[in-house]
């Protein structure tokens, strides 16, 4: 069992950046792939970024490329996603998730909704324009 609990969600204007962060509990963190969703309001939740156990691959959606930045530090159970160049349409609640992979050998990056087994509680992040 994993909990999850995410911070640093907030207000920024348009333009400016926010770093959002994600707790872990437990001792098998290196083993989970890490990922990054968000939902606004009258819309369905969306992937954003993940990021595989020792950070070397990546996957971010196209609406967040060359924006925001996902990254993990093992050592403090802890995944990040810095959001730089705001936008107002960046305005939702964002979840981190996980899901071990350490039976996954494919290499492949976790994108989907329904392939993440744990859920954060979200935060809210507002960009006003």
């Known amino acids: 069992q994993v909990q999850l609990v995410e911070s640093g969600g907030g207000l920024a204007q348009a333009g400016g950046s926010l770093r959002l962060s994600c707790a872990a509990s437990?001792?098998?963190?290196?083993?989970?792939?890490m990922g990054w969703f968000r939902q606004a309001p009258g819309k369905e939740r969306e992937f954003v970024a993940a990021?595989?156990?020792?950070?070397?691959?990546?996957n971010y959606a196209d609406s967040v490329k060359g924006r925001f930045a996902v990254s993990r530090d093992n050592a403090k159970n802890t995944v990040y996603l810095q959001m730089n160049s705001l936008k107002p349409e960046d305005t939702a609640v964002y979840y981190c998730a996980a899901v071990r992979v350490d039976l996954d050998y494919s290499g492949r990056v976790y994108t989907k909704i329904y392939e993440y087994d744990y859920w954060g509680q979200g935060t809210q992040v507002t960009v006003s324009s």
């Open positions: 990021i595989m156990t020792r950070g070397g691959s990546t």
């Open positions: 437990g001792r098998t963190f290196s083993s989970y792939a």
